[in-house]
């Protein structure tokens, strides 16, 4: 893969062409939230564009680091949705998620994140109104927000997201 | 790699709202893209023609569909992409339906948008890898959960093409609710003439196995594999030894036991067979009210048993089956009208539910088949009827309809006529909801030939007047109040989700949706299916249903384990974890968190231990992929680079 230029760390400007390039990325679970996102789209409930979707089996596969690497390379927020609890295809996946991400949300202030910018739910595959109300509160509550200011590497190391996790 | 890109415009569903010509421009120069297009209909024979022939004309190695949803066509596009050669894990779907065009009106954004998610793609396909299937050998038993219609229908089906079938029942007999009904609409057939015959064949078939009063206890396992405990609850009655011949019955001394059967309206003995005709034929004791096991000396029915059957000492037992399918009929339960205070909260002893009424109008209920109200056991002359009691009521948590209330009310109502020719039926309802076949015909025989009063509103509250009871309501249609004096009142009850549904759905790794009824895979294309391989629904449990839709049912989800058992092995899903054992640091934390046990101990030689994946048991949840520290465990097709590459083109 080739290397580009990380974000400009640009400090937090609220005007419209600042909030135009917002970017989202949402990690959904195959069973539920993907399948309410469908729903959503199936129904035609419209929703703000910012969010690109990135499908997982299991909110259980979610690792923090993935939540972290992309705030700190640069998305300006990170949504995670999964299935209700108690009703998650793989019994306890989402329950692994949600401590986890609950931990990750006290780590965030350390590495320099507005812990705004990340938000995990539960989204079930005929939810498609709750899917379209949730995509659009938070990609507001990031529009708020504006750019993400990114906590980016130093220069010298590689800008992106290296390939695997260690 | 050598990638092809194939943007689809779904007639003008994407192509309404996202520049699709662009989309594919703007792919042919992402990273290995060798080629890319924009076609009509991808989806149809000549595009997946197209695909392949791109396959073979420009030496894919890759293809990314920019279409709908892959949980809609993904499957279709691996098979086409397979019959050109390549593996059908070398394909990666771009959603540009649901989550772009269908979404938002915006035609700049939605293209930006849909460019993105075209690069995630192509990023994530990059890491691919060819993936293979491996064959494992079916069980082919069947597993029936419920002997209701539904599951005799499952059970009978599968039994007649030669499988082995184990029924379990949570009741000690089987039938269901069918079992206790008079007649059924609308035919006015004899339920337990029709029923009962299927009941026999399921006693008497030598493949099926009947575990009645049992219920289950665990369940493990996948697909062709399942292990499954029934915990066979106490009768205290040696099942193998009873003939059946109801002498203890008679002589029991505790004559003040609740009948079940008889929805409450009768007295049942503490040892009893609950109905005549029941399969299979054995009695049980009743715990809660049997003199012996209350530590009151009786033990009487153990003294008159000529077979010796009785056994006080018994206690519940564990057996083990193995199936390789199971089909959950578990059915439904009525609504309990006491959450209803203005009819009376379940006070008035001649306010019914239509079950209750049900067994009064059978021949072998309570009172022989003569209409009787409960509190005095007078004919009644005045009977109201009332729909939609928990059902189409959201402030009693019940918002759906239960679909078969207004059916059995109207035949109740021309029943009613039949056995007291001078008697009057009053039905209050919202709606008439008649939609099967000859089934509005039906009500409007009740109505026209019957003279059943139809009353078009709802019953504001119920109260005793002298005997009887007054019912005050509206009649919406004529604007006016109105008030009937009634003898008798029948609420028709609502359908709810079977006692004990969630707990089982927990076992059987199924999900069901608010009110507790299992869902099915997909609701129009995959209605006997649930979301766990093997698992296969039946009848009430999924949904309100009548009984032609529960039978109906109950073949379909047989059908479909006929066409499982039909091979001898099945295909695995490749897409499960694997152990890079280099890097494997042996912590054990992936063995711990795995919820189906798919991870165990491996010993290398030298006493070394790595964690080793079972492929056939991995569901490929990916749970351990995510708690690995040095992440040696990889879930394959959604591996921690393939997620990463996606993330990192959007962040590029």
Redesign the interface.
Known sequence: MTDSSPRSSAPADQTAANTQGIKIVGFLCNWCSYGGADTAGVCRFKQPTDLRIVRIPCTGRMDPLFVAKSLIYGMDGVLVSGCHPRDCHYAVGNFYARRRMEALKLFLPFMGIDTRRFRYTWVSASEGQQWQKVVTEFSEEIHRLGPNPGVGPRSGENSKISNGLR | MRIGVFVCNCGTNIAGTVDTKRVASEALSF?DVVYATNYMYTCSEPGQQEIQRAIGEHGLQGVVVAAC????HEPTFRRAVEKAGLNRYMFEMA?I????S?????RE??T??AI??VR?AV?KLRFNNPLFSSKMPVNKRLLVIGGGVAGIQAALDCADGGMDVVMVERKQYIGGKMAKLDKTFPTIDCSSCILGPKMVDVSQKENITLYAASEIESISGYIGNFTVQIRKKATYVNWEACTGCGLCTEKCPSKKAADYFNEGLGAARAINIPFPQAIPKKAAIDAQFCRQLNGKKCGVCAKVCPVQAVDFEMKDSIVTEQVGAIIVATGYDLFDHSAYGEYGAGRYPDVISGIQYERILSASGPYGGHIRRPSDGKEPKDIVFISCVGSRDASVGRPYCSGICCMYIAKQAILTRDHLPESNSYVFYMDIRSPGKNYDEFVRRAQEEYGVQYIRGRVGKIYPRGDRMVVQGADTLLGVQVEVEADLVVLATGVESSAGAGELA?KL?I?Y?QYGFYMESHPKLRPVET?TAGVYLAGACQGPKDIPSSVAQGSAAASKVQSLFAHDTIETNP?VALVNERTCISCGKCIQ?C??GAIQWKELRGGIKKAEVLPTVC?????C???CP??AIQ?QH?T??Q??????E???
Do not use: Y
């Open positions: 990273a949803s892959p949980r809609m959603n339906r649901e989550h772009v269908w979404i938002g009106n915006d954004a939605n930006q948008k993105d998610l995630m990023a927990e790794r999900s949706d979301n897409q968190v919820p189906f569901q490929g949840c990916g749970v992929n995510a708690t040095p992440k879930l959604a921690d680079n997620i990463l590459a996606e993330v990192n959007l962040c590029a």
